[in-house]
């Protein structure tokens, strides 16, 4: 049964503290498929102009877009979490086009969709969580994102406003 006076929650990352270093993809990996590969991890980290790094992992929507879009019904809602049922999949990718957020990746050898799913029965907390060298991810919310989204934009515009040099 969902909680819905809880926030709902997701991996949010800093990308003021993420150095992208990619530690937390490949333990991803590791924890997920054992191997040592950031491409087969179920969040991906990117880096944007002038530095910032930041990590997109799915965001267990309330109304995901992905679940009416997967004609096979493969996509499902767990006590808050959307999820995949891999034998289900027919590898049509269509979520991966549905996610507003592009938080679907694909599986390089096993063509398969893959999605964060906050280490469900792996692990009692979120291995990238857990390995962040830098603290840079934390469990939260929309707020959260928004909040640590809204400084790295403040900082942008300072850096902006000196120039491109640092302050």
Known sequence: ??????????????????????????ECALAKYGVLN??????????K????????????????????ACPEEAIYEKDGLVLINENQCVSCLVCVDACPYEAIFVHPDLDLPIRCDLCLGRAPYPICIASCPVQALQL??????D??????????????A??????
């Open 140 to 145: 939260g919310s929309e707020e959260l994102h």
């Open 38 to 47: 950031p491409k087969k991890g179920s969040l991906r980290v990117f880096r």
């Open 147 to 160: 909040k640590l989204h809204s400084q790295e934009i403040a900082l942008v515009k300072q850096f902006l």
């Open 162 to 167: 000196f120039g491109g040099n640092h302050p």
């Open 49 to 68: 102009k002038l530095g910032f790094d930041y990590t997109v992992s799915c965001r267990h929507c309330e109304n995901p877009e992905c679940l009416p």
């Open 1 to 26: 049964m969902k909680d819905d006076s809880l926030p709902h929650q997701f991996i949010v990352s800093d990308p003021v503290q993420c150095t992208g270093c990619m530690i937390c993809a490949v």
